[in-house]
């Protein structure tokens, strides 16, 4: 069914149908890295755009993910829609996003999201969830003779970007009979695609 098209495409088409179909969040992604002792994590992420064929997301880069990114660069990442029966997972290289998107996105968010990612030494301990609710009262005030548009993005939170070097399409079928589609790039960095056996 998908052998000769381009898989983004495909993903693409699929992420549109799940924004109609999806009780919450069709674009939350759960994204997999391995740390500097070789521990697998995952967790999930919200894909917030595609930049050609980059997956772009945002997240604090102090965090366990980014840490993690940061001594192996390839991740993987699994989108799941329950309401189409369908899921997608890409394999690729993660870089930094182009930082003059950041405060873009970061202004897109709501002011309480915005005071939260401030205020948030995310994956730290926290010894009481008083100490983060009265740091985003203390920066309310803050940022209270702001624009609502102008609190400023901190230095350490910002987007990354996933390089696919493999996707596979995966369709429920009748009798566990799926279908299943891997891509990789050929030599030229074209997509090239093969049916898998379910």
């Known amino acids: ?20 179909t999806e009780i919450n969040d069709p674009n939350a992604m759960a994204i997999a890295t391995v740390d500097e002792k070789g521990i697998p994590q995952n967790r999930m992420v919200l894909l917030k755009d595609i930049v050609g064929e980059d997956l772009v997301f945002y997240t604090n880069k102090n965090s366990q993910k980014a840490k993690a990114m940061k001594a192996n660069k390839n991740v993987a990442v699994l989108f799941h829609w329950k309401s189409l029966s369908r899921q997608v997972r890409i394999t690729g290289v993660v870089e930094f996003a182009d930082k003059d998107n950041d405060q873009e996105y970061f202004s897109s968010r709501s002011t309480m999201s915005r005071l939260g990612a401030i205020a948030s030494k ?7 969830k008083k100490i983060l609710i009265d740091k985003v009262d203390e920066l309310k005030k803050e940022y ?36 299943r589609f891997e891509y990789t790039k050929d030599k030229n960095n074209n997509w090239v695609g093969s049916r898998l056996y379910p």
């Not at 069914?1 to 109609?20: G, Q, R, S």
């Not at 609502?148 to 390089?163: A, F, L, R, S, T």
Request: glycine share 4%; charged share 35%.
């Open 1 to 20: 069914m998908f052998d000769n098209k381009n898989p983004i495409d495909v993903f693409k088409m699929w992420l549109d149908e799940a924004t109609k």
């Open 144 to 179: 209270s003779d702001l624009e609502d548009k102008k609190i400023p993005c901190p230095e350490y939170w910002g987007g990354y970007k996933i390089k696919p070097n493999k996707i596979e399409l995966w369709m429920d079928g009748e009798n566990r009979l799926h279908d």
């Open 122 to 128: 995310q994956s730290q301990v926290l010894a009481d």
